[in-house]
Protein backbone atom coordinates (compact mmCIF):
# COMPACT_ATOMS: atom_id res chain seq x y z
CA UNK A 1 0.00 0.00 0.00
CA UNK A 2 1.61 3.03 -0.73
CA UNK A 3 2.00 5.92 1.26
CA UNK A 4 -0.82 7.80 2.42
CA UNK A 5 -3.11 5.71 1.40
CA UNK A 6 -5.54 4.42 3.87
CA UNK A 7 -7.51 1.26 4.16
CA UNK A 8 -11.00 0.72 3.87
CA UNK A 9 -10.96 1.52 8.32
CA UNK A 10 -9.94 4.97 7.65
CA UNK A 11 -11.21 8.31 6.73
CA UNK A 12 -9.52 11.51 6.32
CA UNK A 13 -10.12 14.93 5.77
CA UNK A 14 -8.07 17.94 5.29
CA UNK A 15 -9.88 21.86 5.73
CA UNK A 16 -7.54 24.24 5.69
CA UNK A 17 -5.31 23.71 8.88
CA UNK A 18 -7.02 21.09 10.41
CA UNK A 19 -6.78 17.14 9.42
CA UNK A 20 -8.81 14.75 10.85
CA UNK A 21 -8.18 11.00 10.41
CA UNK A 22 -10.89 8.45 11.69
CA UNK A 23 -9.58 4.88 12.48
CA UNK A 24 -11.47 1.87 14.65
CA UNK A 25 -9.36 0.15 17.38
CA UNK A 26 -11.58 -2.59 19.41
CA UNK A 27 -15.30 -0.73 18.32
CA UNK A 28 -14.25 2.58 19.28
CA UNK A 29 -14.06 5.32 16.73
CA UNK A 30 -10.41 7.00 17.19
CA UNK A 31 -10.22 10.63 15.68
CA UNK A 32 -6.42 12.05 15.34
CA UNK A 33 -6.26 15.45 14.95
CA UNK A 34 -3.58 17.80 13.76
CA UNK A 35 -3.57 21.60 12.98
CA UNK A 36 -5.92 24.59 14.35
CA UNK A 37 -9.46 24.09 15.53
CA UNK A 38 -11.99 27.12 15.02
CA UNK A 39 -14.01 28.34 12.83
CA UNK A 40 -12.71 27.89 9.56
CA UNK A 41 -11.73 24.36 10.06
CA UNK A 42 -14.71 22.77 12.22
CA UNK A 43 -16.59 21.46 9.89
CA UNK A 44 -14.64 17.95 9.42
CA UNK A 45 -14.68 17.76 12.36
CA UNK A 46 -18.47 18.06 13.39
CA UNK A 47 -18.98 15.62 10.27
CA UNK A 48 -16.73 12.95 11.65
CA UNK A 49 -17.85 12.96 15.20
CA UNK A 50 -21.61 12.46 13.71
CA UNK A 51 -23.06 9.62 15.73
CA UNK A 52 -26.69 9.37 13.77
CA UNK A 53 -27.81 6.00 13.19
CA UNK A 54 -24.97 4.90 16.03
CA UNK A 55 -26.34 2.45 19.29
CA UNK A 56 -24.02 2.83 21.90
CA UNK A 57 -20.92 5.16 19.92
CA UNK A 58 -17.68 5.06 21.66
CA UNK A 59 -15.47 7.73 20.52
CA UNK A 60 -11.79 8.70 21.60
CA UNK A 61 -10.75 11.77 20.02
CA UNK A 62 -6.81 12.29 19.80
CA UNK A 63 -5.99 15.85 20.63
CA UNK A 64 -2.16 15.73 20.92
CA UNK A 65 -1.33 17.74 17.88
CA UNK A 66 -3.83 20.26 17.83
CA UNK A 67 -2.13 23.35 17.93
CA UNK A 68 -4.96 25.64 18.77
CA UNK A 69 -8.92 25.81 20.09
CA UNK A 70 -10.99 28.52 20.22
CA UNK A 71 -14.86 28.43 21.16
CA UNK A 72 -16.18 26.75 17.77
CA UNK A 73 -13.67 23.15 19.38
CA UNK A 74 -15.67 23.99 22.46
CA UNK A 75 -19.25 24.09 20.88
CA UNK A 76 -18.64 21.31 18.60
CA UNK A 77 -17.31 19.13 21.36
CA UNK A 78 -20.52 19.99 23.63
CA UNK A 79 -22.60 19.19 20.65
CA UNK A 80 -20.85 15.68 20.61
CA UNK A 81 -20.91 15.25 23.73
CA UNK A 82 -24.88 15.65 23.70
CA UNK A 83 -25.13 13.49 20.60
CA UNK A 84 -23.18 10.83 22.52
CA UNK A 85 -25.21 10.53 25.49
CA UNK A 86 -28.43 10.55 24.06
CA UNK A 87 -27.53 7.16 22.20
CA UNK A 88 -26.30 5.85 25.35
CA UNK A 89 -22.34 6.48 24.45
CA UNK A 90 -19.31 7.96 25.55
CA UNK A 91 -16.47 10.31 24.26
CA UNK A 92 -13.43 10.86 25.42
CA UNK A 93 -10.59 13.57 24.74
CA UNK A 94 -7.10 11.93 24.73
CA UNK A 95 -3.42 13.49 25.48
CA UNK A 96 -4.65 17.80 25.15
CA UNK A 97 -1.92 20.09 24.36
CA UNK A 98 -0.82 22.18 27.67
CA UNK A 99 -2.63 25.16 25.66
CA UNK A 100 -5.82 23.30 24.43
CA UNK A 101 -6.03 21.52 28.05
CA UNK A 102 -6.00 25.00 29.49
CA UNK A 103 -9.12 25.99 27.56
CA UNK A 104 -10.80 23.19 28.06
CA UNK A 105 -10.71 23.65 31.87
CA UNK A 106 -11.28 27.60 31.18
CA UNK A 107 -15.14 26.95 30.01
CA UNK A 108 -15.65 23.83 32.27
CA UNK A 109 -15.81 21.27 29.13
CA UNK A 110 -13.07 18.78 31.01
CA UNK A 111 -15.65 18.53 33.66
CA UNK A 112 -18.23 17.62 31.17
CA UNK A 113 -15.44 14.84 28.97
CA UNK A 114 -13.13 13.48 30.49
CA UNK A 115 -9.86 14.30 29.22
CA UNK A 116 -7.07 11.59 29.44
CA UNK A 117 -2.94 12.22 29.77
CA UNK A 118 -2.83 9.47 26.53
CA UNK A 119 -4.36 7.93 23.79
CA UNK A 120 -3.60 4.56 25.67
CA UNK A 121 -5.29 5.67 28.66
CA UNK A 122 -8.52 6.68 26.46
CA UNK A 123 -8.74 3.59 25.09
CA UNK A 124 -9.04 1.75 28.09
CA UNK A 125 -12.37 1.03 29.09
Not at 30 to 38: F, Q
Not at 41 to 59: F, M, N
Amino acid sequence: MAEGQMTGREQAAHTGRLSVVATATDGIRVLSLAGELDHDTGEALRQALDVTGTARPRIVVDMRQVTFMDSTGINIFVAAYQAVTRASGWIRLAAPTEAVLRTLQLVGVHDLIECRPTLHEALAT
